[in-house]
């Protein structure tokens, strides 16, 4: 089951910060994060395990709440160079049924503009 | 180091017709996964393959196949071309050794563009 994205877009300008969220029905082992920019390949940007662990990386952190099947990605003092379309993977839990477990489940995406 | 390799660039077909993808992964990486990326829209996983057997399964047709070589470059087949194939198709490695499969990022290739006309 794919994961659902939001918001769907969002224009920010330079400095300012944003929020991408990521949510799933399923029971999750773990979320994936990864920008791409347009006619670029997936570029990736960070792993959350089950534990409830937040990361970061620069600017760009991310939190995973397991029991809530949800996960953010934050923004913060955004740059021009943040532009492009993100994307949430999703690995089910074993015991969470279906197929999700073996295989990264992407969400539809978010795409972010950052002007000057 | 070089990254992920992937060829053609781009690729036009007609409906019918056969196709064949190819994927040189990182070098030290053993497992190679498929995805099909429609225009605005996230990828969708089509295989993993691990060590030439394949390891996962995404909802495509059977016209859809591929393989793994002892170099651990992978083909991507698609017989029967349809329209709606037409696609960005991604291929992705990792340091890969056993599930969970997500404990590993995917690196991925700059894609190959198939339109089918």
């Known amino acids: 089951q794919q994961p659902v994205q939001s918001p769907q877009a969002v224009i920010l300008r330079e400095g300012e910060d944003a929020v991408i969220n990521c949510s799933s029905s399923?029971?999750?082992?773990?979320v994936h994060w990864y920008r791409q920019k347009h006619g670029e390949a997936p570029v990736f940007l960070m792993i959350?395990?089950?534990?409830?662990e937040q990361k970061g990386h620069d600017k760009i952190s991310a939190s995973f709440n397991e029991k809530k099947q949800q996960s953010s990605l934050y923004l913060t003092a955004s740059q021009l160079s943040y532009s492009g379309t993100y994307f949430c993977?999703?690995?089910?839990?074993?015991?969470?049924?279906?197929?999700?477990?073996?295989?990264?489940?992407f969400g539809q995406g978010t795409i972010l503009t950052v002007h000057p | 180091d070089a990254g992920v390799t992937q060829s053609p660039t781009h690729l036009i077909k007609t409906r019918g017709q056969h196709v064949t993808l190819r994927c040189s992964p990182i070098?030290?990486?053993?497992?190679v996964s498929w995805y099909q990326q429609v225009l605005g829209q996230g990828p969708q996983f089509i295989f993993q393959?691990?060590?030439?057997?394949?390891?996962g399964r995404g909802n495509f047709p059977d016209r859809f196949s591929a393989r793994q070589f002892p170099n651990y470059s992978s083909e991507l087949n698609v017989n029967a071309l349809l329209l709606g194939d037409s696609a960005l198709y991604l291929c992705?490695?990792?340091?890969?050794?056993?599930?969970?499969?997500?404990?590993?990022?995917?690196?991925f290739g700059d894609g190959t563009r198939l339109s089918i006309l």
């Open positions: 070098s030290g990486h053993k497992s």
């Open positions: 959350l395990l089950k534990g409830g």
């Open positions: 393959y691990y060590e030439k057997e394949e390891r």
């Open positions: 399923k029971a999750l082992y773990s």
């Open positions: 993977g999703t690995e089910g839990s074993r015991n969470a049924g279906g197929t999700s477990y073996g295989k990264l489940t």
């Open positions: 992705a490695s990792s340091s890969f050794t056993g599930y969970p499969i997500s404990n590993q990022p995917q690196h």
